[in-house]
């Protein structure tokens, strides 16, 4: 007897929604959750008894197929489900091997993708999307994806409801062997798993489990867009080599008690060597073609991280430089005040306390506790502990979650003592 | 030692993939740990919810149609000391916890 991979029914699940979705018509979104509902049911009474199958997915997507089936035979007189079955509906003898053919395997190859474009659908804000990704391909409950974005149930709720009501309105699932469309609506697809991987990675959840689950869910679907040849461009590299490189540093940021350790104090052999070295590879594929996006910024400016054995041998030059150029590739408030913290790295406290008083629009900074909290970092660097403690103040009120509280009240403590060190990354 | 069914009742179904996951892997612990003490005779079989019932008049009609928490799920043959023994063992079962519950049934055994 083996015990079932660790979330496989949590991972099966958007696979055989996705799959369901595409035999029923995206209308039936619905429907094609019973099924896969039903399918994890029928799983819980059956493998008890007969152990868990040889092949769990295979398993599952045959029991799928065949609730598929008895719905089709249920509702067909009372719905329309999708053209490629209208005619087949008639006959029992037209509509197993039908739905059979759908069912095979090189036709639910693409299914997960199809499902993952039509999710980042142009009416639904980059937040519904994210919420609808969490929902039907990584399998999350409502309230998982409350919990995981810290989020009240009923705000979740009304919003994944909202989503799907979309989804089930578009026309039909996006198509993804249209090259023209594709190419259109990658970036959106880029930009939901880029923050789907960083609400795990600077996420406000208290729980370690929950950002490794949430970033590990990211590099999951962007391997599946790797894996299909017009979702293989260079940005889907490094978007992919940024989540890797981020990742590795996962084990070193959050300490077995649950607490936030900066950058500068992690513990780098608890970085994962084999992450690192998946992120270099494929910062390298990423390296093609004429497109220069934000993602390779970050990808290169993580890689520079991870090549430093300790934090003084940080190549700040380099971050500094790369810095700029994601200024001009996608300014942010957020951008300039981490390079703001690269250049007082490089030329001195005073230098970077100059330039974070430089941002231009340092007001959308307000609400975020660290950009008071690099003021304070700086301020202690200077000996003026003082004022440090203050800004360090202002950053607690700030804070999000006990871990971000537990992390600012140790830099108020460091002020009483007067130590100081480099203010956090991320 | 002495053998008994359990007849395995009602319970609530999982509200999430993970949910169901964590409920299939206490199943599987729990059915290793009575295999593991050697209380199993036959992990049993799952049963459909519903069927045809055979009456009087050799009537035959769809169901029974029992309300959610009456329905046997599934049964497994096991052997224990006597019947509190069965009941301790049963104790352990998961659908304890999602609001179902466990028939422990001796088997009839004929002294002729």
Request: charged fraction near 15%; glycine fraction near 6%.
């Given at each position: 007897m083996i015990d079932p991979v660790d979330h496989l029914f949590r991972r099966e699940s958007g696979r055989i929604v996705a799959t369901v979705v595409r035999v029923f018509g995206v209308g039936h979104l619905a429907l094609a959750e019973d099924v896969v509902q039903e399918a994890f049911c029928r799983a819980l009474e059956v493998w008890p008894f007969r152990g868990v199958p040889e092949n769990p997915t295979a398993w599952l997507m045959t029991t799928a197929r065949n609730c598929a089936l008895d719905v089709l035979r249920r509702e067909r007189t009372t719905r329309s489900f999708a053209p490629e079955l209208a005619n087949t509906l008639q006959s029992e003898w037209t509509l197993v091997p039908a739905v059979e053919e759908l069912f095979a395997v090189h036709e639910i190859k693409d299914d997960l993708l199809r499902m993952m474009f039509s999710c980042c659908?142009?009416?639904?804000?980059e937040a519904s999307q994210i919420a609808l990704i969490l929902h039907i391909?990584?399998?999350?409950?409502v309230n998982e994806v409350a919990s995981a974005f810290v989020s009240g149930h009923a705000a979740i709720a009304k919003q994944i409801t909202r989503a799907k009501k979309v989804l089930a309105n578009s026309?039909?699932?996006?198509?993804?062997?249209a090259p023209v469309d594709f190419a259109a609506r990658l970036p959106a697809v880029h930009r939901a798993l880029y923050l789907l991987f960083n609400e795990g990675y600077h996420?406000?959840?208290?729980e370690a489990a929950v950002h490794r689950e949430l970033c590990g869910e990211a590099s999951r679907l962007t391997a599946v867009l790797l894996g299909h040849p017009l979702g293989a461009t260079p940005a889907t590299h490094a978007l992919a080599a940024l989540m890797s490189l981020n990742a590795a540093r996962l084990p070193a940021r959050i300490d077995t008690a649950g607490n936030l350790v900066a950058l500068a104090d992690?513990?780098?052999?608890?970085?994962d060597r084999e992450l690192v070295s998946e992120g270099l590879r494929l910062l390298e594929l990423s390296a093609t073609g004429p497109s220069l996006t934000a993602y390779h910024i970050e990808a290169a400016i993580a890689s520079i991280h991870a090549a430093a054995p300790r934090t003084e041998d940080t190549d700040w030059e380099t971050i500094v430089w790369l810095y700029d150029t994601l200024m001009r590739i996608r300014p942010s408030p957020i951008v300039a005040l981490n390079r703001a913290i690269a250049i007082a790295q490089a030329h001195g406290p005073e230098r970077g306390l100059g330039e974070i008083r430089a941002i231009i629009d340092c007001d959308r900074l307000s609400t975020y506790p660290f950009y008071s909290a690099a003021l304070g970092e700086l301020e202690l660097r200077l000996g003026r502990s003082g004022d440090a403690r203050e800004h360090f103040r202002a950053a607690l009120a700030l804070t999000r979650s006990p871990m971000e509280r537990r992390f600012i009240d140790q830099r108020i403590r460091a002020c009483e003592r007067g130590e100081a060190r480099l203010p956090d990354l991320g | 030692m002495k053998e008994y069914v359990f007849l395995y009742r009602g319970g609530e179904r999982p509200t999430s993939p993970e949910q169901g996951q964590q409920v299939m892997q206490k199943w599987m612990a729990w059915f290793k740990s009575m295999a593991d003490k050697g209380h199993i005779v036959d992990r049993g079989q799952p049963l459909e919810p519903s069927g045809k019932t055979v009456g009087a008049g050799k009537v035959v009609s769809d169901g029974?149609?029992?309300e959610a928490k009456d329905v046997v799920g599934g049964y497994t043959l096991i052997k224990a000391d006597d019947v509190s023994h069965a009941a301790e063992i049963a104790k352990g079962c998961p659908i304890l916890d999602r609001g179902g519950r466990v028939e422990v049934r001796p088997v009839m055994k004929m002294d002729m």
């Open positions: 659908h142009p009416r639904l804000s391909l990584c399998g999350f409950s026309q039909a699932l996006f198509d993804v062997s996420g406000a959840s208290p992690q513990d780098r052999s608890k970085w | 029974p149609f029992a």
